[in-house]
């Protein structure tokens, strides 16, 4: 069982900054964990923000926040990270990070369904 935890989220202005962190505690196999960051907007479906390979070399972002968000990890924390530049009233929402435990070091996912193991979320506001 892999726990999720994270953190960063808070209020900041329309234009702002805020970096979240997943940290993953339990088995020692989060470098073999494709990761994802999604969020959830009040009255709205979660969608995927964010998602990263294993091997950490392959990343895939929504139209949504590409060229603003990037997602990174360090294997050696078994932490995962969310890099929010550029941040608009929209993004607003619940973040969850993700896992699913993989064979494919090179493959990420972009599916809720996909993955495994969730954190409790963290609540970014961005006001206008």
């Known amino acids: 069982q892999v726990q999720l935890v994270e953190s960063g989220g808070g209020l900041v202005q329309a234009g702002g900054s805020l970096r979240l962190s997943c940290a993953a505690s339990g088995p020692t196999f989060f470098s073999t964990c494709a990761m994802g960051w999604f969020r959830q907007a009040t009255g709205k479906e979660r969608e995927s923000v964010a998602a990263?390979?294993?091997?950490?070399?392959?990343?895939y972002y929504p139209d949504s926040v590409k060229g603003r968000f990037t997602i990174s990890r360090d294997n050696a924390k078994n932490t995962v990270y969310l890099q929010m530049n550029s941040l608009k009233f929209e993004d607003t929402a619940v973040y969850y990070c993700?896992?699913?435990?993989?064979?494919?070091?090179?493959?990420?996912?972009?599916?809720?369904?996909?993955?495994?193991?969730w954190g409790q979320g963290t609540q970014v506001t961005v006001s206008s």
């Open positions: 990263i390979s294993a091997s950490g070399g392959i990343t």
């Open positions: 993700a896992a699913r435990r993989t064979d494919y070091s090179g493959r990420y996912y972009y599916a809720e369904y996909a993955y495994d193991y």
